[in-house]
Structures are given as structure tokens and as C-alpha cells.
């Protein structure tokens, strides 16, 4: 299926026509971490099964230690979801999910190793080797949005904008496609944005938004005033997990309030996470098990409600 590519203007994602297009996706796990550990392959079946929700993108999320361990990790798992997106008619976000400080190598969670490399890797030179590969190998790509890196955890705006903007400059060498700029303190801080922009085009911003997270409101909705502002990351699950319990809500205490917010502001979103349990522990997920049918609480609120 041929798919026109979008673009930034001012502060709305629009199409070739200049109609704003609201990003509306969800998240899937690293395909290499699901095929090993979870016994799935990514299917034709699961890309129209998402699309059948009502999402209009996708977005793949690379887990750095699966990337650097898995021989030929692009020709075998993450092409065919990229033409499978393609094919469906979907927005292909890929998301490089590293976690820390890239700015002095610091990787949140050292502890989590997958066949010796660091799941979460954040240095900055595995970064960059990353981005530039993806950009090189899918940057013609109409349908592709590129993610730099996650979660930005321990450095200022000024000191991650700076190297952010490194990246975004060398990979305008071989793509045009959106970049999103994730935000700085566990993706809730964007303050800064607006006084200390990333300088070129197609840039957007994004922030997460779970029930335990403490997001700056105010800085957002000022970012949000001057350029696109995506909640990358967001959901809920009605018990208590991992990571001090910032998962748990429920639609009367976050989802509903989640919905306004989102509506009122225009904003473009991306719910964690098609897959029954998650990527290191249970966390808010949209299917309880592999059978489409069988959909979480969280779920049936996007599908019902937000789509």
C-alpha cells in the first residue's frame, strides 16, 4: 500500500494534503525478545488484529540488548514489520528503548543483561551507530517515524538537547522522516523546549503518561502551543507492579481524565503495550493473552472510547 509521508507544520502532524493527522498507536515488544522468550513470531494476523482496534501506527519498540546480541537483527525481524506495516496501511514508529543518561553512558538498570549487553543500553556511541543505520535502512521510507531514544533519565533539557541534536543532524543526512525528542525525567519534562528548541524540520516531542507519573502539565501544554507533542508511552493496570506501583489505575481514576486531556489538547498518543504481560514485569497492557479477543480493561477503553 502506498502511504504519504508526514510532516511538520508549526505545531500540528499533517498529511501531503496539510490535514492534521493524530497519531493514534500502540506499542509492540522487541520482536527478538518476544520470539525467544514468548515462543511469537509477529504475524500478518497481529499487524491487522492492532489495525483492527482502530490504531493508525505502530510502534516497535527495540530492546538495545536484543538489537546488539541478535545476528542480523534488521533483516530478520524487523523488516518484515516494517513492510507488514506498510502493507497494512500503518505509521511505523521505531522506538531505540534505551533507558539512563546518555550523555555520560550511565544505563538505568545495569543489573538487566541479555547474553552479557546491557537491556537498556544508553551510551551515546551505540546510540548513534543505531539511529544512523535505522535512518540509513528505512529513511525513504514514507510510513517510518524514528524514535532517538526513550527515556532520557539524569541530564538536563540543555545538556540531552545538545547531544540530541548531534543525532538529528547526522541523520537528516539520509531521511526526512519525524523525529521525536523524548523528554528529560523519566519522559515527563519537557521544560526548556520552548526557550531551547531542537533546531531543524519535522520534529516532534514526547513525554509518557501513567497514573503514577508526575508529569510537568504546564510545560507540555506551552511545548504543545509551538510544536507536536505525543504521549509516547501510557496506560494502566487495576493492581499493583513493578517500578513502585506507577502502572496502577483504573479507568475511573485515570483513563477517563487520560481521554479529556489528550481530546482537549489535540494530543497525538501511543498506549503501552499489545502484549499480554510486557516487557520486564506486568505492566499496562491492551490483550490479557495472544488471543485478540481476550482484551484487558485498559484495552477495551482504547477501543471503545479513544479510538
Known amino acids: 500500500m502506498s502511504m504519504e509521508p508526514l510532516k511538520v507544520i508549526k505545531n500540528k502532524i499533517v498529511n501531503a494534503e496539510g490535514k492534521e493527522v493524530i497519531i493514534k498507536g500502540a506499542s509492540i515488544i522487541d520482536p527478538v525478545l518476544v520470539h525467544h522468550r514468548d515462543k511469537h ?24 540488548s536484543m538489537l546488539e546480541a541478535e545476528k542480523d537483527y534488521a533483516e530478520k525481524f524487523l523488516d518484515p514489520l516494517v513492510k507488514l506495516c506498510k502493507e497494512s496501511g500503518l505509521y511505523c514508529w521505531i522506538d531505540w528503548h534505551a533507558h539512563g543518561n546518555p550523555v555520560t553512558d550511565e544505563t538505568r538498570r545495569p543489573d538487566l543483561l541479555d547474553h552479557d549487553f546491557l537491556r537498556y543500553d544508553a551510551r551515546k556511541e551505540v546510540a548513534r551507530k543505531v539511529l544512523i543505520s535505522l535512518a540509513k535502512r528505512y529513511g525513504k521510507e514514507n510510513h517510518i517515524i524514528l524514535e532517538l531514544f526513550a527515556n532520557p533519565l539524569g541530564p538536563s533539557w540543555n545538556k540531552w538537547r545538545m547531544l540530541a541534536q548531534e543525532w538529528v543532524e547526522e541523520i537528516r543526512k539520509y531521511t526526512t522522516a519525524i523525529i521525536s525528542i523524548s523528554g528529560v525525567n523519566w519522559m515527563s519534562e519537557l521544560n526548556g523546549v520552548v526557550k531551547n528548541p531542537i533546531k531543524g524540520n519535522n520534529i516532534i516531542y514526547g513525554v509518557a503518561l501513567y497514573p503514577g507519573f508526575k508529569i510537568n502539565e504546564k510545560a507540555l501544554l506551552e511545548t504543545r502551543k509551538k510544536y507536536p507533542v505525543v504521549i509516547t508511552e501510557c496506560g494502566f493496570i487495576e493492581e499493583s507492579a513493578d517500578e513502585g506501583g506507577i502502572f496502577e489505575g483504573s479507568v475511573k481514576s485515570y483513563a477517563i481524565s487520560f481521554k479529556k486531556f489528550v481530546d ?8 503501552w503495550v499489545y502484549h499480554p504481560f510486557g516487557l520486564t514485569s506486568k505492566a499496562s497492557v491492551l490483550i490479557n493473552s495472544w488471543n485478540s479477543k481476550d482484551i484487558s480493561s485498559w484495552g477495551k477503553f482504547v477501543k471503545e472510547e479513544l479510538l
Request: net charge positive; aromatic share 12%.
Open 264 to 271: 482537549t489538547n489535540k494530543l497525538s498518543w501511543i498506549a
Open 41 to 64: 513470531i509477529y504475524s500478518k494476523d497481529d499487524i491487522e488484529q492492532i489495525k483492527k482496534f482502530g490504531f493508525n501506527t505502530i510502534k516497535i519498540v527495540i530492546v538495545p
